[in-house]
């Protein structure tokens, strides 16, 4: 059984930055695409930013692009989210996904495991 924990949500003003993580259990990390999504109240899930198995390949939502960065590190068994330029639209429940399809997905049917979700409240 596959398990992601994520942390390091939290309360920030605009401009700041956070880093969220995503630690997921299991041997066969290295062999999964990794994704982040957010969902904010009342609206659907969206994309956000996904990695493939080795991270050399990412892609981002047109709202997050050079902003947020995901990374990878298969050694901890973790996908981390560098969100930078944080803006209050940043507001959300932001969740972590693994597919294993070791290629980048970007829709939310595409992965099988899924965390429990991290809050972002961003201020204005």
């Known amino acids: 059984q596959v398990k992601l924990v994520e942390s390091g949500g939290g309360l920030v003003q605009a401009g700041n930055s956070l880093r969220l993580s995503c630690a997921v259990s299991?041997?066969?990390?290295?062999?999964?695409?990794m994704g982040w999504f957010r969902q904010a109240p009342g609206k659907e899930r969206e994309f956000v930013a996904a990695?493939?198995?080795?991270?050399?390949?990412?892609i981002y939502a047109d709202s997050v692009k050079g902003r947020f960065t995901i990374s990878r590190d298969n050694a901890k068994n973790t996908v981390y989210l560098q969100m930078n330029s944080l803006k209050p639209g940043d507001t959300a429940v932001y969740y972590c996904?693994?597919?294993?399809?070791?290629?980048?997905?970007?829709?939310?049917?595409?992965?099988?495991?899924w965390g429990q979700g991290t809050q972002v409240t961003v201020s204005s």
């Open positions: 996904a693994a597919s294993p399809d070791p290629t980048v997905r970007t829709v939310p049917s595409e992965y099988t495991y």
């Open positions: 299991g041997r066969t990390f290295s062999r999964y695409g």
């Open positions: 990695n493939n198995w080795s991270g050399g390949i990412t």
